[in-house]
């Protein structure tokens, strides 16, 4: 008793914790905002999928946005789940779990990013692809719609290669056989607009596609989008490099807290054991 007695307070005493209060609360509020937006993207895109017809939500399911939201807005709710409780329970096995599939995500994005930049013709093709399919699929989805609509406004542009491309969707075809009174026209995010125009006239595109460029160029955007979005990137490497990084940092910073709360976590654990191992000894 008595050397128990004239035993010193140490710094490894029972009310000394390895684990750092501000690493463990800095990475719970850092994952609680994430899985707060994450909520709102699985909600957003669930009330925009359910304000769709079954039908026309299943013909483009590949392209439709609101599925987009719901797997990116599910895919982060269940990565920050497993950072909040794993930080304030302080469980390894979740952190770790957050850590390597932030990991996985970063090196994804990374992955992307270089084999866009090697393969940009393989890049091109996927994007072209992509916006052939929304074209074929424009009256069946409107969220696609506004957001071609929005594209074409925003980047002066009309169809993927050309104007041409919209006879690729049935309401737009120039075949004699298509019924459509849209026949052979494009949409109206196609057509040049005045600044001053106050009412959008939406049957500006009406025929256009059995006009030559030359001609059809006095009414519409001729050009694609294609070639206008790559024009873009080029001259927005910069702005694409800070949104990507500002991306990237987040994920960087959250796997550095993970990593090192895990190892505070276990350095706990050891002095825990420690103690009991000599609390048992009767001489400690």
């Not at 409107?142 to 969707?169: A, H, M, P, R, T």
Request: include cysteine.
């Amino acid at each position: 008793m008595a050397k128990r007695a004239a035993a010193p307070a140490g710094p490894l005493g029972d009310d000394f914790s390895f684990v750092s209060p501000v690493a463990k609360y800095v990475l719970f509020f850092f994952n609680l905002l994430f899985w707060m937006i994450s909520m709102v993207l699985v909600a957003v895109g669930v009330y925009a999928r359910l304000l769709k017809h079954a039908e026309a939500a299943m013909a483009c399911l590949a392209v439709d946005p609101a599925v987009l939201l719901i797997m990116v807005g599910v895919l982060t709710f269940l990565i920050t789940f497993c950072g909040c409780v794993g930080s304030l329970r302080e469980n390894i096995c979740l952190l770790q779990v957050f850590s390597v599939c932030l990991t996985v995500v970063f090196l994804l994005q990374l992955a992307a990013g270089v084999l866009g930049f090697v393969f940009s013709d393989k890049a091109r093709e996927k994007v072209s692809e992509i916006i052939n399919g929304a074209i074929v699929h424009y009256r069946d989805d409107l969220d696609l719609q506004n957001l071609i609509d929005f594209g074409q406004k925003e980047f002066s542009c009309c169809g993927g290669v050309s104007y041409k491309d919209w006879s690729q969707n049935m309401y737009f075809n120039c075949t004699a056989t298509n019924p459509s009174r849209e026949r052979c026209s494009v949409p109206f995010s196609c057509c040049l607009h005045d600044a001053g125009q106050a009412v959008i006239n939406t049957m500006c595109g009406h025929g256009m596609q059995a006009r030559g460029y030359l001609e059809a160029s006095a009414f519409i955007h001729t050009n694609g989008c294609i070639d206008k979005l790559v024009n873009w990137t080029h001259s927005n490497l910069f702005l694409l490099g800070g949104i990507t990084l500002g991306l990237a940092l987040p994920q960087l910073v959250g796997i550095v807290l993970a990593q090192l709360l895990i190892n505070q976590i276990r350095d706990q654990i050891k002095l825990q054991l420690y103690n009991q191992q000599h609390r048992a000894d009767p001489w400690y």
